[in-house]
């Protein structure tokens, strides 16, 4: 399992400096678009989804202890929750630092076969790849969504999400590491059906969230998603290079 | 580390080099899908700002 440890090594340093970089980034562009879109939740009260129940005061006179259990009380039907502030932004972290791990797990593996990421440039454009399959494709049919915000089914949702990530990945998996017409046509094939499919859409579009707000968080987050990727794939490239002492070169496979 | 002078696994057969990196792979997509798509309430509350940061389906 020598491989598989390395792939792994790199794996988790890469995502841990991407998942940082993306936690910082959503700090100041994507969570407070999030926040003041639960404002408007909130003041709708259709929605019942309440992150914000959690009494501020509680915060500065209960320790952490207490504080969960507040929110907990205040969210009894919809499970635990971490409080707001510190707590719910430290998981916010975590979660960007162990999904870049799973990200960056799937991109080592991936780009192994085709040859490994030999330096940092080939990284970037891997990490370009990754951007249009994780965050571009998917994000034609289901564009990033605030609070608040009417939406189809969640599994329907995310079966077509997973669907089109597949079919991206497959596609330009094609396109870049097979010399061939008809498979080529097949490729561009496989990238556009999910989306004469379409995704899985709301019966009704009525949202309290104004449009501008809307907009603005979808280009936050493409944005930063795109930045993480790049970092995300420039990484293994660099480390994955320490590791192995010489670059390979995907020129061969690359065509 | 011994072997991994060109590639990461270059003395490993390729069989093995196939299983090794496809479980390496079924391992991060498990993690992204536990962490951004799982329905458990806990882990979605925890997760939820960045789940709506990735515009991962979300609610």
Same mark, same amino acid.
């Given at each position: 399992?020598?491989?598989?440890?390395?792939?792994?090594?790199?794996?988790?340093?890469?995502?841990?400096?991407?998942?940082?970089?993306?936690?910082?980034?959503?700090?100041?562009?994507?969570?407070?678009?999030?926040?003041?879109?639960?404002?408007?939740?909130?003041?709708?009260?259709?929605?019942?989804?309440?992150?914000?129940?959690?009494?501020?005061?509680?915060?500065?006179?209960?320790?952490?202890?207490?504080?969960?259990?507040?929110?907990?009380?205040?969210?009894?039907?919809?499970?635990?929750?971490?409080?707001?502030?510190?707590?719910?932004?430290?998981?916010? /972290?975590? *979660?960007?630092? &162990? =999904?870049?791990?799973? #990200?960056?797990?799937? $991109?080592? %593996? !991936?780009?192994?076969?085709?040859? +490994?990421?030999?330096?940092?440039?080939?990284?970037?454009?891997?990490?370009?790849?990754?951007?249009?399959?994780?965050?571009?494709?998917?994000?034609?049919?289901?564009?990033?969504?605030?609070?608040?915000?009417?939406?189809?089914?969640?599994?329907?949702?995310?079966?077509?999400?997973?669907?089109?990530?597949?079919?991206?990945?497959?596609?330009?998996?094609?396109?870049?590491?097979?010399?061939?017409?008809?498979?080529?046509?097949?490729?561009?094939?496989?990238?556009?059906?999910?989306?004469?499919?379409?995704?899985?859409?709301?019966?009704?579009?009525?949202?309290?969230?104004?449009?501008?707000?809307?907009?603005?968080? /979808?280009? *936050?987050?493409? &944005? =930063?998603?795109?930045? #993480?990727?790049?970092? $995300?794939? %420039? !990484?293994?490239?660099?480390?994955? +290079?320490?590791?192995?002492?010489?670059?390979?070169?995907?020129?061969?496979?690359?065509? | 580390?011994?072997?991994?002078?060109?590639?990461?696994?270059?003395?490993?057969?390729?069989?093995?080099?196939?299983?090794?990196?496809?479980?390496?792979?079924?391992?991060?997509?498990?993690?992204?899908?536990?962490?951004?798509?799982?329905?458990?309430?806990?882990?979605?509350?925890?997760?939820?700002?960045?789940?709506?940061?990735?515009?991962?389906?979300?609610?």
């Amino acid at each position: 399992m020598n491989l598989f440890r390395n792939v792994v090594f790199i794996a988790a340093i890469a995502g841990l400096v991407a998942g940082v970089v993306l936690a910082c980034m959503q700090a100041y562009a994507t969570v407070p678009l999030i926040l003041k879109a639960e404002v408007y939740e909130q003041a709708g009260g259709g929605h019942s989804h309440d992150h914000a129940a959690a009494p501020a005061a509680t915060g500065t006179t209960a320790m952490s202890t207490a504080a969960p259990a507040e929110a907990a009380a205040s969210a009894e039907d919809e499970g635990w929750a971490p409080a707001d502030g510190f707590e719910r932004f430290a998981f916010s /972290v975590l *979660a960007n630092i &162990v =999904t870049g791990v799973g #990200f960056a797990l799937i $991109l080592v %593996a !991936v780009s192994e076969f085709a040859g +490994g990421i030999g330096n940092w440039r080939q990284g970037v454009f891997w990490g370009l790849a990754g951007f249009a399959v994780f965050t571009l494709a998917p994000g034609l049919g289901l564009p990033p969504e605030l609070p608040a915000m009417p939406a189809a089914d969640l599994t329907q949702r995310q079966i077509w999400w997973w669907a089109t990530v597949a079919a991206t990945a497959a596609g330009l998996g094609l396109i870049a590491f097979r010399k061939s017409l008809p498979l080529a046509i097949l490729a561009v094939a496989l990238i556009v059906t999910p989306h004469i499919v379409g995704a899985p859409q709301p019966g009704s579009y009525e949202t309290a969230i104004p449009e501008g707000l809307h907009h603005q968080f /979808v280009v *936050a987050v493409t &944005v =930063t998603n795109l930045v #993480f990727w790049v970092v $995300l794939g %420039a !990484v293994v490239g660099v480390v994955r +290079g320490r590791f192995t002492g010489t670059a390979t070169s995907l020129r061969d496979s690359f065509a | 580390m011994t072997a991994a002078s060109v590639s990461l696994g270059a003395s490993v057969s390729s069989q093995s080099r196939f299983m090794q990196l496809a479980l390496a792979a079924l391992l991060g997509v498990f993690v992204m899908g536990f962490v951004g798509f799982s329905h458990i309430d806990a882990v979605h509350n925890a997760a939820h700002d960045y789940r709506h940061s990735m515009a991962f389906p979300c609610h």
